[in-house]
């Protein structure tokens, strides 16, 4: 299983900047892809972007403004905000897909979400 756990959340001015972590814990082989989900209200849970090998993938409204970054040696995923919208207000959920064997598939984990709140 993963456990993981988030920080960062809070209330900011449009224009404003904030970072997000997800530390990720428990029992598991590797944790091959991390990313970042939200969800406003109201509104179904749409994807933010992830990171997997290196590779980052975002989604078009967020594209150079946010970066995600990982330190695997921690299982640990960011989430740097920049030019923040007040479109971009949500719960921010972290995710992991973890693998239990060296060739088994991978399961995914959530985080428990963290509200961001951008005012005009």
């Known amino acids: 299983q993963v456990q993981l756990v988030e920080s960062g959340g809070g209330l900011v001015q449009a224009g404003g900047s904030l970072r997000l972590s997800c530390a990720g814990s428990?029992?598991?082989?590797?944790?091959?892809?991390m990313g970042w989900y939200r969800q406003a209200a109201g509104q179904q849970r749409e994807l933010v972007g992830t990171i997997s090998s290196g590779t980052t993938i975002y989604s078009d409204s967020v594209k150079g403004r946010f970066t995600i970054s990982r330190d695997n040696g921690k299982n640990t995923v960011y989430l740097q905000m920049n030019s923040l919208k007040p479109e971009d207000t949500a719960v921010y959920y972290c995710y992991a897909e973890a693998s239990y064997h060296r060739s088994g598939p991978n399961y995914r984990a959530w985080g428990q979400g963290t509200q961001v709140t951008v005012s005009s």
């Open positions: 428990g029992t598991f082989f590797s944790i091959n892809v």
